[in-house]
C-alpha cells in the first residue's frame, strides 16, 4: 500500500479531548454547562446505536445530555412541538433529530422547526445559506470534520483541484462549499456525470459521498491525490455476516492515493465529535462569548 492513512478516530479524541478542556470554562462564564438535546424517534437499530454513542460522548465532554426517545406512532405536529419546546429551553444550547425519520413525518418540516442557531446537525436552510454566502453559522458535522481531516493532512488547501462526488444537502453540498471558501477549485459529481472516472482524476482531493459501494476505482485517481471516503455501505456476505464498505475501492485506490481515510475509522468518527464541537460553539454564540481556540 503506498497511500498513508488518515487516521479519523486518532483526530477524533484530540478534537473531542479540546471540547473537553474548554467546557469548564464556559461553565465558569454561563453558569451551567453546555447541553444538547438529542430526539430519536422510532425503533431503527443504527439510529439507537448513534443517539447512544452521542450520548455518552455528550456526558464524557462534561455538557449535559437531554435524550427524548419518540415511538414510531408519534405524529409530525407532536414532534415539531418538542422541537418548540427545546427552542424555547434555556438549558439546551444544541438540538439534534436523528434521521431518518418514520413515514409520514417530512424531515424537512421538522428540520424547518429548529431554531437555527440549535441546529447543530447544520441542515437549517439558514445555516445552508450563511455557508454558501461565507457568514458565520453551524456546518453539518460531517463535511466539517472531513475539511479538518483535510487541513490535518495538507496545510493550506488554496489552488488545489478538488472533486466532490455526491450532491446531497447534507455532506456533497456543504463539502463543496466548504472547499470553496478555502480556496480549492471545486467539482461536483454524481451519478448522472458523463466520465466520472475522467472527473475524479482532476481532483487533488476526492471526497466520495455517493453512497454506491466501491464506485471509485484505483485507477480512476491523480497520483498522490488526497481520499476523503465518507461511504458507509453495509454489505451482507455469504456466511450471513455483514461488511462495511466505502464508495472508494479501497485497496486499488492506497496503490495510487497520496493519502485516505479507511472504512471504518476514517470519517465516521470525526462526526460525533464535530457534534460536540457545535453544541460548544452553539453555546458560546448565544452567551455571547468567543468560541474556544483551535475548534
Excluded at 483535510?150 to 488554496?158: C, T, V
Aim: include cysteine; aromatic fraction near 4%; charge should be negative.
Amino acid at each position: 500500500m503506498g497511500a498513508a492513512l488518515i487516521d479519523g478516530r486518532a483526530f477524533a479524541a484530540r478534537l473531542r479531548a479540546r471540547v473537553a478542556d474548554a467546557v469548564p470554562r464556559f461553565v465558569e462564564a454561563a453558569g451551567r454547562a453546555p447541553g444538547l438535546a438529542v430526539v430519536l424517534v422510532g425503533e431503527d437499530p443504527a439510529s439507537q446505536i448513534y443517539v447512544r454513542s452521542k450520548g455518552k460522548a455528550t456526558v464524557e465532554a462534561g455538557m449535559a445530555s437531554f435524550e427524548y426517545r419518540l415511538p414510531d406512532t408519534t405524529s409530525q405536529s407532536e414532534l415539531i412541538a418538542l422541537v418548540e419546546q427545546l427552542n424555547a429551553d434555556e438549558a439546551v444550547d444544541g438540538i439534534l433529530v436523528q434521521l431518518p425519520l418514520p413515514a409520514g413525518i417530512d424531515d424537512k418540516a421538522v428540520i424547518d422547526a429548529i431554531d437555527p442557531d440549535k441546529d447543530v446537525d447544520g441542515f437549517h436552510v439558514a445555516n445552508a445559506g450563511r455557508l454558501a454566502v461565507g457568514e458565520d453559522g453551524l456546518v453539518s458535522c460531517t463535511p466539517l470534520g472531513c475539511l479538518m481531516l483535510l487541513r490535518d493532512r495538507l496545510g493550506s488547501l488554496s489552488g488545489l483541484e478538488a472533486v466532490v462526488v455526491g450532491r446531497s444537502n447534507i455532506v456533497g453540498k456543504p463539502m463543496a462549499q466548504l472547499l470553496l471558501r478555502e480556496n480549492c477549485t471545486v467539482t461536483i459529481a454524481h451519478s448522472r456525470t458523463r466520465d466520472l472516472a475522467e472527473v475524479v482524476r482532476r481532483g487533488d482531493i476526492v471526497v466520495a459521498a455517493v453512497g454506491h459501494p466501491e464506485l471509485i476505482k484505483g485507477g480512476w485517481l491523480k497520483p498522490g491525490a488526497t481520499v476523503i471516503d465518507v461511504g458507509m455501505n453495509r454489505i451482507a456476505l455469504e456466511d450471513g455476516k455483514t461488511r462495511l464498505l466505502g464508495d472508494v475501492e479501497f485497496a486499488t485506490a492506497a496503490e495510487v492515493a497520496g493519502a485516505i481515510t479507511p472504512v471504518p475509522g476514517g470519517v465516521g468518527p470525526m462526526t460525533i465529535a464535530v457534534l460536540l464541537r457545535n453544541t460548544l460553539v452553539a453555546a458560546c454564540a448565544r452567551f455571547g462569548l468567543d468560541a474556544p481556540e483551535g475548534l
